[in-house]
């Protein structure tokens, strides 16, 4: 669990970040947004000192970060930047080994989990493990920058802006593949980004930080129906709000008993999905079946727009 | 490197190694050369002795201007030496804009005859390429990569050597080889104050109006520079493939 507790950054008479305070448990993913100057690199480099805090601490797992020795606290945290920054003079396997290497591993040992993460991130071992940075696409990048940063079994890691170099199309694979990992691993993310999209799809909890401070710490849920201030209100997009409700949802929530004409739907697909089939086949319920393909009732128009409603 | 230049190397390297080995075999080609029945080859000493003594004090000048130079350039990229980037630029600078002849001039009456005041000179006129060199290639690397290296608890002197030398290496080296190939032919001057070197034959010929010497010795020097800078480039171009970069990015 990660504690951060009333911390700042000052730059002389500027305030970076201004007392901010949130927790994040065991195994989630905080997403940090804001707009560009915000704060949120700052806030998060304080997590593993690349900055040092003017005032307030960071605790990991209850022990204060201070108290750490800077390169031990950071050979514990996984770090994933924009752009990556992978070694140009290392091959992919000896990138991926970084941390481990200063961690003194075996041989052995160092290369089984090179091994384990090539294949973990689809990356067959034989074609990329001897090939440079520069002879990898953007999104084979990526992800060697991910299996860089897990290469020492980090129980947190650290992500400022790590789509940001990638295409959408790529992109979306990427946060896909990063959500699999994460739940498989169960590692505590805290990620950067200006991309709200990408804060609802990745994120347990939502910050949202404007000039310095945070605004809210809330779940994606509660960020749509309460927005504690008109830049959240805005900055969530009022027009999208509802969808962005929907796509939060499964199926199973809007379940109706019956049954219905048409191809079904599956009961853990986003209510937002089963909308945009409901109009696109032009049907006012369609069928829908669970995991093993059985029937289980059926999903209808009326029903999944209740569930786009402010609370209100 | 094409295949016709690769062959046209190792025939000037074949070339070489036969002059300097056996010289009387070319005698026939200096021969038009002389005046008055004067000797064709260089006859007050072993050319092979000279060529290795030449390339002995080129050696030994370039690895001290190196390794100052590199470790300058390493400090004043360094947080703590940063404020003395601008006065070791100009004491370096200073060493480039002494002629190497000025050099040799100021030593001598301190250290005397031979290869001490030489290897100053050169040792002071080699500084400079490889300083600066060693700064560009080490303010080259990106700081993604250094703030990749900082944030998975490299320490100052991990990152150094493991990142940011490395990455560095073929720009330094083309700063050594720069600093080589100026000293294989300011060398030849150190035979006015006795240093043992190529420039002996250049100046024996001068002496005696022979041009056949002074071509000798020039031709050698020449040869070993072409040599030695084919070489050196040939190393830089395969660290630098390497990294990636264009082979033209560094020249």
Redesign the interface.
Known sequence: MIEIERLTKRYGATTVVDDVSLRVEDGAIAVVVGTSGAGKSTLLRMINRLVEPSAGRVLIDGEDTMAIPEDQLRHRIGYVIQGYGLFPHRTVAENIATVPRLLGWDKRRIAARVEELLDLFQLDPAEFAGKFPHELSGGQQQRVGVARALAAKPALLLMDEPFGALDPVIRSKAQVDLLAIQRRLGTTIVLVTHDMNEAFQLGDKIAVMDQARLLQYDTPAQLLTHPAEAFVEQLVGTAERPFRLLSLLHVQAALEAGDAEGEPIRITDSLRDALSRLIWVGREALPVVDASGALVGRVSVQGILAHGRSAA | MSRRSFILRAAALFLLVLFIAAPQLFAFAFKPLTINDAPAIYNQGSLLALTLSHLRIVFLATLASTVLAVGLGIFVTRPSGSEFLPLSRSLVNIGQTFPPIAVLAIAVPLVGFGEKPTFIALFLYGLLPIFENTLTGLMEV?P????????????PR?RLLQ?EL??AFPVILAGIRLSVIISLGTATIGSTVAAKGLGEVIIAGLQSNNVAFVLQGGLVVALLAVLIHDGLGLAERMAAR???RPLDEIS
Do not use: C, F, H, I
């Not at chain 2, 990569?145 to 998975?152: N, W």
């Open positions: 990106s993604q990569t250094l703030e990749a290296a900082k944030g998975m608890g490299m320490n991990q990142v490395p990455l390497r990294l990636g």
